[in-house]
Nanobody, 120 residues
Framework: QIQLVESGGGTVQPGGSLTLSCAPSGPVRAVAGIDWYRQAPGKQRELVATRTSGGRTDYAESVKGRFTFSRDNAKKAVFLQMNSLQPDDTAVYYC??????????????WGKGAQVTVSS
């Protein structure tokens, strides 16, 4: 069984920073493509950051220049460093991965979500 374990949520003032982490608890070779989504209250889930097959990282326009996606390739862990946080960044942040092993190919895996609250 595979679970995506998230950590790093919290509450910060505008302009503050937080870093989220996500890693599979099961065999790391069984998943790939871990990326980050968020869902604000009353809004649709939004892709925040993802690695493309070309080796680049794509960011939502709303976070570009403020958020940084990084990876520990050996562990399949990913991190989202969030700087200059604003109230509009308040959301539940989810990591996501896709199964790539024969027994789970194509299955979606989601973290439980990390609450990020930006408030003065």
């Amino acid at each position: 069984q595979i679970q995506l374990v998230e950590s790093g949520g919290g509450t910060v003032q505008p302009g503050g920073s937080l870093t989220l982490s996500c890693a599979p608890s099961g065999p790391v070779r069984a998943v790939a493509g871990i990326d980050w989504y968020r869902q604000a209250p009353g809004k649709q889930r939004e892709l925040v950051a993802t690695r493309t097959s070309g080796g680049r990282t794509d960011y939502a326009e709303s976070v570009k220049g403020r958020f940084t996606f990084s990876r520990d390739n050996a562990k399949k862990a990913v991190f989202l460093q969030m700087n200059s946080l604003q109230p509009d960044d308040t959301a539940v942040y989810y990591c996501h991965a896709v199964g790539v092993a024969p027994h789970n190919k194509g299955l979606d895996y989601w973290g439980k979500g990390a609450q990020v609250t930006v408030s003065s």
